[in-house]
Every structure is written in structure tokens, then in C-alpha cells.
């Protein structure tokens, strides 16, 4: 699977399916049709959150969802900003 875009694999992670209570990733949450940002961004970190469990502190996956956490963060920031958000 790529990392993020789809579920480990059952099969060969079936350890992941027992940590993770919440399984999501970017094709479940790009074909979800949210109503606020605020929904948007709870998926994204469960997301992130998910692979932060699962994986070991200075491996690549969770290392990138650093990255990934702070990117999400300062969006978030912006779209509020862009639209004056009221949420």
C-alpha cells in the first residue's frame, strides 16, 4: 500500500488492525464530503495520530507525520484566516 493513500494491507499488517481502533486514509477521507473544517481536520488527525501509534518514533512515516501535523496546523490557520471562519 502507499503510505497514508491506503489501509495497510490485513494480510501482511494484521497487528496494525489490532493498535488502531480508527483505520482511516486519504481515499476514505477524499471521497468524504465534510460540511465544516473543522470535520476535515479531525480526519486528518486521526490520520497522522494513527501512524504515530503504529510506528516507531524516528522512522521515516513517523517522521513525516511531524511534518505532516505542522502542515495541517498552519493550514488550517490560513483557511480560517481566507474565510473568516466562524466555526
Known amino acids: ?4 493513500v491506503d489501509l495497510p494491507s490485513k494480510v501482511d499488517y494484521p497487528d496494525y488492525y489490532r493498535e488502531i481502533s480508527q483505520p482511516i486514509d486519504l481515499k476514505r477521507i477524499e471521497s468524504t464530503s465534510y460540511e465544516t473544517l473543522d470535520g476535515l481536520t479531525a480526519d486528518l488527525q486521526l490520520l497522522f495520530d494513527n ?7 524516528g522512522s521515516t512515516i513517523y517522521r513525516v ?3 505532516a501535523l505542522l502542515c ?16
Open 65 to 67: 507525520r511531524r511534518i
Open 72 to 87: 495541517l496546523s498552519l493550514t488550517h490557520v490560513s483557511f480560517r484566516t481566507l474565510w473568516h471562519c466562524e466555526e
Open 51 to 57: 501512524a504515530c501509534l503504529y510506528n516507531q518514533p
Open 1 to 4: 500500500s502507499t503510505v497514508f
